[in-house]
T-cell receptor, first 115, second 112 residues
């Protein structure tokens, strides 16, 4: 099992453009969460998907949207990119049935640079 | 709103010395606390969680609800412990929905 995988590894976009990041959860996991990690900061929760629906959202504008597919993989879309969106975007997966713990498994991240 | 504070951005110790990474949290409900670690060029990974009361790689952490703290400790630091450490607070809302709130992290350097 490769664990959580993300693509692409790096991405450079221009201000105003749109970007789509992809995530495949760890085998056996059905819940996907996305985090933004700016330089020198801890990860910040963007949103969480389960059963193809957004279940919880952090303090991020509507420019950030997502999707989950029937195979549990997920996409993060960011519209009208701003310079401040430059960050490492992390995907984390977890098995929803295991409610006794909130442990999440993280992917390697996608480094987004907005110029 | 929940918050996690890691007061030390950098912490440097010598090999064999005790190490303590501080973490304080703010949350009115029942918290679930974690320590995540990120070694150089590796992904973020779980080190330990308070509900397990386990020791991983010699590290322990005790949840102190009175002081709202979850400090990470190791009696004898090793060079391979050098990494970025993040304290995280797990919060449930609306059934089984949940999220993690992270601190800003502490970079631990263990010198030979």
């Amino acid at each position: 099992d490769a664990g959580v995988t993300q693509s692409p590894t790096h991405l450079i976009k221009t201000r105003g453009q749109q970007v789509t990041l992809r995530c495949s959860p760890k085998s056996g996991h059905d819940t996907v969460s996305w985090y933004q990690q700016a330089l020198g900061q801890g990860p910040q929760f963007i949103f969480q998907y389960y059963e193809e629906e957004e279940r919880q959202r952090g303090n991020f504008p509507d420019r950030f949207s997502g999707h989950q597919f029937p195979n549990y993989s997920s996409e993060l879309n960011v519209n009208a990119l701003l310079l401040g969106d430059s960050a490492l975007y992390l995907c984390a997966s977890s098995p929803r049935a295991v409610l006794s713990t909130l442990e999440q498994y993280f992917g390697p991240g996608t480094r987004l640079t907005v110029t | 709103a929940q918050r996690v504070t890691q007061p030390e951005k950098l912490l440097s110790v010598f090999k064999g010395a005790p190490v303590e990474l501080k973490c304080n949290y703010s949350y009115s409900g029942s918290p679930e606390l974690f320590w995540y670690v990120q070694y150089s060029r590796q992904r973020l990974q779980l080190l330990l969680r308070h509900i397990s009361r386990e020791s991983i790689k010699g590290f322990t952490a005790d949840l102190n609800k009175g002081e709202t703290s979850f400090h990470l400790k190791k009696p004898f630091a090793q060079e391979e412990d050098s990494a970025m450490y993040y304290c995280a607070l797990g919060v449930r809302s609306g059934g089984s929905n949940y999220k993690l709130t992270f601190g800003k992290g502490t970079l631990l350097t263990v010198n030979p």
